[in-house]
């Protein structure tokens, strides 16, 4: 088992991946860290989603009912969320739908959550809830807007960039990969990041 710093590092740089839509520096980086690190929810989760992004239909289903085991085992508000999402990916869709219920009981301030129960609701024919779902969804980000999701992943990556760097190897390489990407983000959709000018020569 690997330091905690360095799947905390592993980690976040895996969810900048997601961020930045760069799948196959994902897989890298989830694969590590499921490897080194042990099995978390959002590890197979994010693992699951790069692998539906890469084509990989077996794999990524495989992934999804672990991620969907684990989340389930968690139980609070944000894993429900996330256990409906992998549902929903299985083809569950009523247990995707009473997972999603279930966790907006527990916690209606999240709105991701809404936008959620309004993708599942639409897709079971409950359009009224569907609309009531998006209108709740667009109150609660009104009040607490997201980051774009671009700006935020060279965020996540930057808090850890010149440690993976460092590491060598297949984690190096997609780190590496990850900041050309979201440089190329932080100019097109001025992120207005201060980048510091010797990373990619970490």
Not at 38 to 45: R, S, V, Y
Not at 51 to 65: C, F, I, P, T, V
Not at 68 to 92: P, V
Not at 178 to 190: D, E, Q
């Amino acid at each position: 088992m690997e330091s905690s710093d360095y799947c905390g590092a592993v980690y976040r740089a895996a969810e900048a991946a997601i961020c930045l839509m760069d799948f196959n520096a994902g897989r890298v980086l989830y694969e590590e860290y499921l490897r080194k690190c042990g099995e978390t929810p959002g590890a197979w989760h994010g693992l699951a989603i790069c692998l539906e992004r890469l084509g990989d239909g077996e794999g990524s289903r495989s992934a999804y009912k672990r991620a969907l085991e684990l989340h389930l085992r968690d139980g609070d508000a944000r894993n429900l969320l996330w256990a409906s999402w992998c549902a929903l990916k299985l083809g569950m869709l009523n247990e995707a739908y009473e997972l999603i219920r279930k966790s907006l009981s527990l916690d209606p301030g999240y709105a991701y959550s809404w936008h959620t129960l309004a993708l599942i609701a639409m897709k079971l024919g409950r359009r009224d809830e569907a609309n009531e779902a998006m209108a709740r969804y667009r109150e609660v980000l009104s009040r607490a807007p997201y980051d774009r999701r671009e700006c935020e992943g060279l965020r996540m990556l930057l808090d850890v960039a010149k440690y993976l760097v460092r590491v060598g190897g297949d984690v190096a390489r997609a780190v590496r990969e990850l900041l050309v990407k979201g440089l190329r983000y932080n100019r097109a959709i001025s992120c207005n990041i201060e980048v510091p000018g010797d990373l990619l020569n970490a």
